[in-house]
């Protein structure tokens, strides 16, 4: 049986054992999430041996070089020496520059980072607490715009790193952990296409980065934006989208409540088959779209989708 060494621990695990279970059945605290590669939660360092990764694509090819690996996808194939990731020497600091409801449900939080990080529209990026608790979030801000980062933290359910940050005030610290590619982006050869923007809940957050990156960009297709949220209420950035809407012709917003997207999906067809179409929000809501995009015609390497898992 191959085994596991973490600090001065050694134990056996069966071969074959998925990585990040045999960490957390050993009672080694290893953050994580989705479980499917994306948030990048499970960060681990590899010091000696090499797990079955089924993901090596996952991560940039300079924390590969360093050791890094994510636990949930990797087997335990051999003796393996590792270090969990750890945010106080690991992760970079940042301050809390605001800490605000933009509605009931929704918490804006902005941070300072000590020094400008580089990331693009639609990717994300993990947030640790004071205390250890970590959690990856879409970015809401945009490059470029100013040097704090804008994250929208779903509150409507209890959950350890949304119940922290509902106590967080200003000047209060973060870390910054690892950034994730994410599937959404704007590119440039859209420029003259229909763009579709669809968000559920706070998938609305890295929909609107790209959003205000494709007008910097001088998007010259019409643009859709829809939100569908649980209230009308709920429809938080409902100003901020109404005011680019006005200043830019070519953007249509839609404001959609839960109880009737139904209804929406039943008319939801696309005028082009150059649409480029993309979704972010929990998974019911994004998969129902992306099956009526489908049956509408659309075809799927034209719709891009950001699913926001359940915690795990």
Known sequence: MPELQVGERHWDVAAASNLLDALLAAGVAVPHSCRAGSCQACLVRCVAGEPE?????????????????LACQCRVSGPLQLEVFDPRKDALPAQVQACDLLSERVLRLRLLPQ?????????????????????????????????SLEFHVDCSRPGAFCDAARLLQVGDSLRLGALS?????????????????LGAGTGLAPLY?????????EHLGPIRLVHVASSSQE????????????????????LIEGAALSDFLATLRPTSRQTVALLCGRPDAVEA???RLYLAGLPRRQVLTDLFLPRA
């Open 181 to 197: 590619g994410g599937a959404l982006h704007y590119d440039p050869d859209w420029q003259e296409k229909p763009l579709w923007l």
């Open 209 to 217: 980065a790209v959003l205000r990156e494709a007008l910097r960009q």
């Open 53 to 69: 990764d089924a993901k090596p694509d996952a991560l940039d090819a300079t924390r590969r070089e360093q050791g890094w690996r």
């Open 289 to 291: 779209i992306s099956r």
């Open 115 to 147: 020094q400008p990080l580089r990331y693009r529209a639609g990717q994300h990026l993990l947030l640790w607490t004071a205390d250890g608790i970590a959690r990856p979030y879409s970015f809401a801000s945009l490059p470029g715009e100013d040097a």
């Open 235 to 254: 429809h938080y950035l409902a100003g901020p989208l109404r005011e680019l809407a006005e200043r830019h012709p070519q953007l249509h917003i839609e």
